[in-house]
């Protein structure tokens, strides 16, 4: 029982020498990494870019105490920091104690939510974001994101809520770039573009082998910072317009108490709910992939509390919300990472840098840190998806479509809302319209196939029906008048079969729509029958009176009901004249 709450208890009696150095070498280059990545996702979430140190100290320990994946990177992300950014600013004017208090608060409120749904086992709630839906708002948030760090590498002001406001809002200022500011920070993106695709193929040729080539090149950012710093130097840009990140507070994270303003709390919770839900379906998606390629394991209910903790341990340390990165996690396994552990010697890392590496960010650029989140957005937005959701499934592409166009024009909270309104929705009509189809009997074979898709044999005094869902109050009236409406177009009918081999369950109402269309087919003078009802479904009907008012008999094969009920009129047609009556020879 302990082992299942404290997973650390399960790996940590395991944990030798070799694991150490492994865990070690992977917490040096995620550390490298993850420096600038908090500095510039604090930025993004409208915070002081300290504070996405703080969010990567204390969070890294909560999970590597109760978290169940090995290799999950836990910290400050993009999506959420734009969430965050989203909900604090309709509570509080960025750069106000009040914006900090409310990040630290939602960070609270995703912590408790996440745990409360992982000790009650909740986490299959997150199955209501559908992948097209998280595609969506995955990619309207890496266009959200990139369009609103350009007035940074412009050296403009600018803003706005939504897309179209931060268009409109970067036009009217272009006049006013400043032009050092755009030199240093498009010089930034090209660079991080450049050491994404280049560097490690440039090391490779210096007789670096491709894994430390490519592990290097993960350092890209931190050579922008470190380069961009030396010419703010240099050549004196802050006297020419370019704006710095300034003076960095310097120490450990500060013990912090989330709100207990009820009004806040409830201007916050379902910003915080949302936070809590795609968070966690970003971070266990990314764990999962990564588990298997390791032949492990994760446990989803788990990792909630996990996940819970981590953003606790955010709320009280400064703080706001995080949740597990996919660059940050691939990171960390291919650097060779077997415990969580190497998440608390993170943290370490992280530490160290908040005490004697601070004082260096003073003439860091902001429009560095801008280039740092436009090139880890932008592979966020996936072009891909839409086309092959538009040929596979024309609702899923309309779920998609609604959640990228709603997250442009509304902003992050409307659009993941109404993605998940499209696909209930779309889910509902579908499940209202259930697939059934008229089957025949295969030649020479005890099979039934869909008259539709196949040359089988049918009998005119016998209408064969297989019903593909379980029957609910969804789609009860609708199968009803089906059946209803194929018995009308033959009048030689006597016989209807109903095959529930894909019949999973009925619901109350799914029950009155047989008793109805059992009385209605009696009063016609046609037998219903029933076959291959499973083992669940028929106890239930035994303890019901439509057995015995049942005008047919039940079969244990739909083969069974064919050869008991074709010779009811006499002989079955040869095949010939079969596919002769049906047109297909």
Known sequence: MLKRYFPILEWGAQYSRAT????????????????????????????????????????LVAYAIFGTSR?????????????????????????????????????????????????????????????????????????????SQLRHVLGIAGGGENWPDMLTSLAQNITT???PTLVIGGLAVAFLFWVRKGFAPLLQKTGMSEKTAVMAAKAGPVIAVALTIVAVIV????????????????????????????????????????????????????????????????????????????????????????????????VNFDAGAQTPAAGAYTAVGIALASLFLTPLLFNLPIATLAATIIVAVLSLVDVKTPVRLWRYSKGDFAAHVATIGMTLLAGVEMGVISGVCVGLLLYLWKASRPHAAIV?????????????RHKVLTLPHLLSIRIDESLTYLNARWLEEYVLERVAEKPELRHVILMCSAVNAIDATGLESLEAINHRLGDGGIGLHLSEVKGPVMDRLKDTHFLEELNGKVFLSQDSAWSQLASDDGSPAEPKDQYLARGMI
């Open 20 to 59: 150490l150095s492994a865990d070690m070498l992977a917490a040096v280059i995620v550390t490298i990494m993850l420096i600038p990545q908090s500095l510039a996702y604090a930025l993004l979430a409208g915070l002081p870019p300290v504070v996405g140190l703080y969010a990567s100290i204390l969070p």
């Open 71 to 147: 290799t999950l990177a836990v910290g400050p992300v993009a999506v959420v920091s734009l969430m965050t950014a989203s909900a604090a600013g309709a509570v509080a004017a960025q750069g106000s104690a009040e914006y900090l208090q409310a990040a630290i608060t939602l960070a609270a409120l995703s912590g408790v939510m996440l745990a409360v749904l992982g000790l009650l086992r909740l986490g299959f709630l997150a199955n209501l974001l559908s992948h097209p839906v998280i595609a969506g708002f995955i990619t309207a948030s890496g266009i959200l994101i990139a369009t």
């Open 440 to 452: 025949g009997r295969v030649p020479e074979t005890e099979h039934f196939r869909n008259v539709e």
């Open 177 to 179: 770039v400043n032009w």
């Open 235 to 330: 050549l004196g840009l802050a006297d020419k317009g370019v704006k710095l990140v300034g003076a960095v507070p310097q120490g450990m994270p500060p013990f912090s108490v989330p709100s207990m303003n009820l009004g806040l709390i409830s201007q916050l919770w379902v910003p915080a709910l949302l936070i809590s839900i795609i968070g966690f379906v970003e971070s266990v998606s990314v764990a999962q992939t990564l588990a298997a390629k390791r032949r492990q394991r994760i446990a989803p209910d788990q990792e909630l509390v996990g996940l819970g903790a981590a953003n606790i341990a955010a709320a009280f340390s400064g703080g706001y919300p995080v949740t597990g990165g996919f660059a940050r996690s691939v």
